[in-house]
Structure formats: structure tokens, C-alpha cells
């Protein structure tokens, strides 16, 4: 079924719901589908009423089957009655009007108020509107992360609707979903065993938002108007979300401004502690940023997975899934920043002028097509899966010219790492990493060894230099500086 099929198929059994549950509802003149939501749909719904013109907004189940996107995924029920507390709480939240029953025929879901603000990163960050509530924003993250964290879960019965986890279970929750993946990422595997040697001694179990970052919540001149994305939400160490607003991957482009790329840890602390009464340690903030990037990593290799897997295969997914690479840099920076020698593009094979155009130029006028052209004449979801698209082909060029001096550097360096036993069989990379990935597991290198890290260091370095030249962690990384002030801690 096409986009727009779809689009007429969800109208046609939304119209009557709304009928049924909104006074004074007359017609549904528009059903749109946003760009943003990964790994959920977000609509936007004109409707008509005899008070006049309103919109509101759908949240929906990827695809309308509620698939379990990760262990102790609450549900769409369950996020809609989450922004209810929250809102009780004193959180900025839209209010929710109505949450999808099975008989609907429309899957999992909930509609709600439609408010106007930013909630891309990438223009929170840089836009003129939001110039003089910017240097406020950190400081209102804290604040609201304190709401949050203050709710009370037996009261609200949500501790019998979330999930409990410790940080030591998180830690084995996500890396025990990697392991499915059947992919050798070495990287993923040093995060996840420096993430349980180096556990939080103690902590108070509270409601954790999960996913509170910049991208997840909405802005306007006066400040944060709403809380979105409650997808993952459980219960556990409250640091998590203070760590994960400071993750690299929502700085969008910002790296210097910790907090969302748009503020300082010192006035989200602040914001914290007015809002709590409790005091922030640096150190385990730190420990949650590296967490976030080691979650971020293996979330962006499980949309690869869904890709795969459906039911919604969009362009999208698989192009998120190359962005694994950004986290595992950014794990580099922050436990073991350090010199990194780069791998030299391979020299051009002469063969590839036996064709005219060649590869390169074929991939270079589709790209060229749809950033120049396709971008200029669409706007909204299909603009942005244009984007998308253009982003991912390029990915594939960059594989072609970097990825075979990249894999024999790599191979390389394992060999000088790895006692390789069978000598009338030469091992691949594949091979190597695997042998490399039991060695960390079983304990056998030692999570210091300065080969070990040096390897780590250079592989994901080059990995990144083909998936993402820009993320600013790539040039941290040739730097060797730390990437925060706490790194190595």
C-alpha cells in the first residue's frame, strides 16, 4: 500500500472515532503524516467543528501494530496516561483526548491537543525565534527533569504499569538486545562491560522519563511548552536522564554546549536542585552520558533491525542505523580519548573507467537529484525522506572509495592484537572481531590494554569518517582531547 493509500485508508476509520468522542465534531479536512517519530508515527488532523476550524494530533504505533520496539516498551496506553501525571506534576504536557480501543480499527494510539512550537533539534538550536529563551533552557530542563523525577509511583499507580530497572539490568537489557543483532561490534561490547564495572554503588528508584532530550520536548519564546515521547519510560536511577540530555548525539552540531547543544550542566544542576532539594554528582552524570551513547548505539542498530524485520520499512531506518557509529565515537571520547591514525583512501582501480558514467557518477547525479531538486519541490515528510535518501547513497560512495583500505587497516591491527591459531587459514575481519569480542567477554584483555584501545580509537574513527564526516566527535577524536570535562572519570 503507498503513502497516500495509506493516508486515505487511516482518514477514512479515524473519521468516525473522532465522531464519536469529540463534541461538536463536524468533518476531518486533513490527515498528515510528520517527519519526525523514528520509531512511532505522529500525525497532524485538521477537523472541522461548529465552534470553527481545529487541529489536533494522532500518535500512533509504527505501522498500527504495537510491536515491541525494546524490553519493558510501556505502550501507547500507558504513555498517554504518563503526560496525564506528568501534567498533574506540574510537566508541560498537551492535553490527551482520547486513547485508540482495539475496536477502532486503527491500532495502538491516542489523539491530543495539537500545540504550535519547535521540537526539531536542529532548529532549537540555531533559530532566531528562540534566541533569548535559549540560555534558559538548561536550567528548565532541570527544572521539569525534577518534576518528573518527584512524582509519586504508588500513588499514581504507575509502579505497577512500568517496568523496574536497575542499572545493572539496563546495562545487560541492552546489551543482551545487541547480541541478537549478530553483528560484531566491538566497541558496543568495551561500553557495556566498562558500564558494569563501574556501576552506581546506591540510588533512589524513580519514574525516568528515558528519551528527554533535545528533539523530545517543544519550545517557544517563552520556554518549554511540552514533554513528548514518553515511548520508554520505566522506573530507575534518575541520573539516566540527566546523562542523557547530555549526550553528544542531541547537541546537533553544538558540542561546546552540553545540555541539548543549547546550555551548560551547571544550570541544568541548578534547575535540578531548585526543583528537588538534591544535590547532582558530576561523576554520575558522566557514568549516564557514556550509558546514553552505549543505548543510542545498539537503539540505532535495532532500527536497522526493524528495517528488516517491519512493518515499517522506511527509508528512514536503515539510515539511522549507520548512525551506531557517532555513539560508539562518542564512547571513545569519553573513556579513552587518545592519538588515532587515519586510514588512506585506497588508490582509484583503473577498471572503474571502463564504465561511462562510472559508479561514483551515478551515485553523485542521484544525490545531486534529490538534494537540489526533489528537496526543492516537496516539503514536510516526503522533503525529509529526500534528505534521507541523499544522505544514505552518499554513505554507499564514501563505503567505496574508504571501505577497503579501512578493512585492511583494521585487519591489520587485530592481527597485532589477536594470537591468530589457524595459520593455513587467513582469518577475516569478521573473524577477528569475533575472536576479539570473546576474548573482552571472557575477560581475557584487559579493558586498559593500550592496543586494545588504540584499535578501538582508529576502526570506529574510520567507521564514522564513512557514515558521518561531520558529527562533530570525528574531529574531538583526531583532536585526542577529552570530549567533557569529566571524561575519564
Keep these: 500500500m503507498s503513502e497516500n493509500e495509506s493516508i486515505t485508508s ?15 465534531f463536524l468533518d476531518l479536512t486533513q490527515l498528515e503524516r510528520l517527519s519526525a517519530g523514528a520509531s512511532q508515527e505522529t ?11 481545529q487541529v489536533l494530533a494522532m500518535r500512533r504505533a509504527a505501522g498500527g501494530v504495537e510491536a515491541e520496539l525494546g524490553p519493558g516498551h510501556p505502550g501507547l496506553a500507558v504513555e498517554a496516561k504518563l503526560m496525564l501525571v ?10 490527551v483526548y482520547y486513547v485508540l480501543q482495539p475496536q477502532d480499527g486503527l491500532g495502538a494510539g491516542f489523539i491530543m491537543q495539537w500545540l504550535d512550537g519547535f521540537t526539531l533539534g536542529a532548529q532549537i538550536v540555531k533559530v532566531p525565534e528562540l534566541a533569548a529563551i ?72 524513580r519514574l525516568v522519563h528515558n528519551d528527554f532530550r533535545n528533539g523530545n520536548f517543544m519550545v517557544t519564546a517563552e520556554g518549554i511548552n ?24 542531541w547537541r546537533f552540531g553544538r558540542a561546546h554546549l552540553p545540555v541539548g547543544g543549547f546550555g551548560e550542566k551547571a544550570d541544568l544542576f541548578a534547575g535540578y536542585e531548585a526543583a528537588t532539594g538534591r ?41 539511522i542505523g549507520r548512525r551506531s557509529s557517532e555513539c560508539q565515537m562518542d564512547c571513545v571520547n569519553l573513556l579513552f580519548p587518545g592519538p588515532v591514525t587515519e586510514a588512506k583512501p585506497a588508490a582509484t582501480d583503473a577498471k572503474t573507467n571502463l564504465h561511462m558514467p562510472n559508479t561514483d557518477e551515478l551515485l553523485s547525479s542521484v544525490i545531486d537529484f534529490l538534494r537540489d531538486e526533489v528537496m526543492s519541490e516537496t516539503a514536510g515528510r516526503t522533503q525529509f525522506m529526500a534528505r534521507v535518501a541523499a544522505n544514505s547513497l552518499a554513505i554507499v560512495q564514501r563505503e567505496m572509495l574508504l571501505g577497503e583500505s579501512g578493512a585492511k587497516a583494521e585487519w591489520r591491527a587485530l592481527m597485532a ?29 584487559a579493558l586498559s590494554d593500550a592496543g586494545l584501545q588504540s584499535y578501538l580509537r582508529n576502526s570506529v574513527l574510520h567507521r564514522l569518517r564513512i557514515d558521518q564526516p561531520r558529527y ?11 570530549a567533557d570535562a569529566e571524561a575519564g572519570g
Excluded at 487511516?10 to 465522531?19: H, K, T, W
Excluded at 500525525?43 to 476550524?53: D, H, L, P, V
Excluded at 506528568?86 to 492535553?95: F, L, N, T, Y
Excluded at 591459531?421 to 575477560?443: F, K
Aim: aromatic share 10%; with cysteine.
Design 226 to 249: 511540552a514533554v513528548l515521547d514518553w515511548e520508554v519510560a520505566h522506573i530507575g536511577d534518575a541520573m539516566r536522564d540527566l546523562g542523557w540530555i547530555c549526550t553528544h548525539s
Design 279 to 319: 544535590t547532582v554528582d558530576p561523576k554520575a552524570v558522566h557514568y549516564w552520558q557514556v550509558f546514553g551513547s552505549f543505548w543510542w548505539a545498539v537503539g540505532c542498530l535495532s532500527m536497522a533491525e526493524h528495517y528488516r524485520n517491519g512493518p515499517d520499512q522506511s527509508v528512514e531506518r536503515p539510515g
Design 86 to 95: 506528568a501534567a498533574a506534576a506540574d510537566v508541560p504536557e498537551p492535553e
Design 43 to 53: 500525525y497532524r488532523i485538521e477537523i472541522s467543528t461548529s465552534e470553527g476550524a
Design 10 to 24: 487511516l482518514s477514512e476509520g479515524l473519521r468516525p472515532v473522532l465522531q464519536r468522542v469529540l463534541p461538536g
Design 134 to 205: 535559549r540560555p534558559q533552557l538548561a536550567y528548565q530542563c532541570g527544572e521539569i527533569l525534577g518534576r518528573i523525577h518527584s512524582i509519586d509511583l504508588a500513588a499514581t499507580g504507575l509502579d505497577q504499569q512500568l517496568q523496574s530497572l536497575s542499572p545493572e539490568a539496563f546495562i545487560h537489557q541492552t546489551w543482551d538486545r545487541y547480541k541478537t543483532f549478530n553483528t560484531p561490534q566491538p566497541m558496543i561490547d568495551y561500553a557495556a562491560l566498562w558500564l558494569l564495572a563501574n556501576l552506581p554503588k546506591d540510588y533512589a528508584p
Design 472 to 482: 562533530p566527535s570525528l574531529q574531538t577524536a583526531i583532536a585526542g582531547e577529552p
Design 417 to 445: 592484537l589477536l594470537p591468530w591459531q589457524d595459520a593455513a587459514q587467513r582469518p577475516t575481519v569478521e573473524s577477528l572481531r569475533w575472536q576479539l569480542i570473546a576474548a573482552l567477554r571472557q575477560g581475557d584483555i
